[in-house]
């Protein structure tokens, strides 16, 4: 009898190996991808990484720094705020610059007495010696004169002392120096802000203290060709190329805007850090308008393909 039940538990398992086997082997089903991945719309067209921007007429994003140093103690704008031209966006702690441009002004309070006070000697002295040259020595006359003129000079450099340092005290409120969005505030009151940025407590980097942009008009796209694909980039004036999103299955039609004629190390868009490759690339920026229901941002990375206008579409 146990010689049959040890037999029976050998089969149970030599069938349930076969089972198991069977069901392992059988190939599991892929799940359906979450977006339909970018492919070249083109018979021809090249490819490049691509990072949305503010449109610019030149350079990139607005970085703001400021050129003085100091702790952070108003903040007039907030993210996404759209702003004119001459806002204040900022302003440190100013004290210690402030007491000094009062100080220099009252040096020209003083200035100015003296000048008035010498003015007034050198008048006396020269009408006395005009109605009787025997009651003012010549040398008398001559030292009002060189005083006066002293005091007048003494007078214009703390009227100049007082210009830059009412000037310097105007470096504490940093402003917008041309109507822009504000794309993002990296610092708070309190903080400590230098010529160099602000320190990010994330990145354990310097970081700008604003960066500005102008999300009311089309955006950029900043695309880096890679140098050996140079050669079939088509002529600007025949340029046609389309933008893919991200995780979604949207393209958008893009318009040529200019090419920037230097050939530079290659980029992680991600982090802005040069790669360690011998690889270059060319930027070339595009623009684009903006779609109602469709949410980009500066910033976020697509995909660009590159033809020509007359290209014709892949089959």
């Given amino acids: 009898m146990r010689t049959k039940l040890l037999i029976g538990f050998a089969v149970i398992g030599v069938l349930l190996a076969i089972g198991s086997a069977y069901i392992s082997g ?6 359906p991808p979450a977006f339909k991945p970018a492919s070249n719309p083109y018979a021809q067209g090249i490819y490049a990484n691509g990072i949305v921007e503010t449109a610019q007429t030149s350079g990139e994003n607005i970085n703001v720094y400021p050129e003085v140093s100091g702790t952070v103690v108003k ?34 309070e003083v200035a100015r007495a003296t ?24 040398d008398a006359l001559d030292n009002a004169e060189n005083a006066l003129r ?3 000079a003494t ?8 210009q830059a340092a009412n000037a310097l005290l105007g470096k504490y409120v940093l402003k917008a120096l041309s109507d822009a969005s ?38 950029a796209v900043r695309c880096y060709i890679d140098e ?11 340029i046609h190329a389309r933008m893919y999103i991200h995780g979604t299955d949207i393209s958008v039609p893009l318009k040529f805007v200019r090419i920037q004629p230097n050939v530079s190390p290659k980029i992680e868009l991600s982090s802005q850090r040069t790669e360690r490759v011998d690889v270059r690339v060319l930027p070339v920026i595009f623009c684009f308008e903006k779609r109602k229901g469709v949410s980009i941002y500066p910033g976020q ?4 393909y590159i033809a020509e206008k007359n290209s014709s579409p892949k089959k």
């Fill in 115 to 138: 000048c008035k006070s010498l003015q007034d000697q050198f008048s006396k002295l020269k009408t006395s010696f005009a109605l009787d040259p025997r009651s003012v020595s010549r």
């Fill in 155 to 162: 007078l214009e450099l703390t009227q100049k002392q007082y």
């Fill in 228 to 238: 050996i694909l140079i050669q079939r980039i088509p002529d600007p004036s025949e």
């Fill in 26 to 31: 059988i190939p599991a089903k892929p799940q």
């Fill in 150 to 152: 002293g005091a007048k």
């Fill in 301 to 304: 990375l697509v995909d660009v």
């Fill in 182 to 219: 504000v794309l993002s505030m990296n610092t708070a009151l309190g903080s400590y802000i230098s010529s160099q940025g602000v320190y990010s407590t994330y990145t354990g980097s310097f970081r700008p203290v604003i960066v500005l942009g102008n999300m009311k008009g089309d955006l």
């Fill in 75 to 108: 903040i007039f704008v907030t993210e996404g705020q759209h702003v004119k031209a001459g806002t204040p966006l900022l302003m440190l702690e100013n004290s210690v610059q402030s007491a000094a441009t009062a100080a220099a002004k009252a040096q020209i």
